[in-house]
């Protein structure tokens, strides 16, 4: 059985909203916490996909509704796989410590989360475009 959606929609905007506050936490945070923070962001990020993707998650809800949504669930997925891969390679390179550029690390970590902030902004769209109809 599929999840009320509005319930599914309500637990992915609460992880969002986790989600935009630990970045902004992790732009204002000190070298030492980078990592721990970042090692969070990571595990935050790994989950919420697979949340949205799992079987009775989100994908599977918004699929269930209608074909014409396929092809956007696709790419939302294969965004899923891209920006899970650039948190997990920025985490690895911060771990190697002293030869990594830590400014020049976090504004990669921005630019990731850009994406991930326009990815949500798509998603939602979709959300809202399949709730009005």
């Not at 992880?15 to 070298?31: F, G």
Request: hydrophobic letters at 40%.
């Amino acid at each position: 059985m599929v999840p009320n959606l509005g319930q599914i929609i309500s637990d992915i905007d609460v992880q969002h909203q986790h989600l935009r506050k630990l970045v902004s936490d992790i732009e204002d945070c000190d070298h030492v916490h980078v990592i721990p923070m970042l090692e969070e962001l990571t595990t935050l990020v790994d989950d919420h996909f697979l949340r949205e993707t799992r079987a009775g998650g989100l994908y599977e809800s918004v699929g269930a509704r209608g074909e014409e949504y396929q092809a956007e669930v696709n790419r939302l997925e294969q965004e899923h796989i891209l920006i899970g891969s650039a948190c997990r390679g920025i985490l690895a390179r911060a771990q190697l410590g002293g030869a990594i550029n830590e400014p020049v690390l976090l504004q990669e970590l921005m630019d990731v989360m850009k994406c991930l902030a326009d990815h949500e902004k798509r998603e939602n769209s979709m959300v809202k475009r399949l709730l009005d109809s």
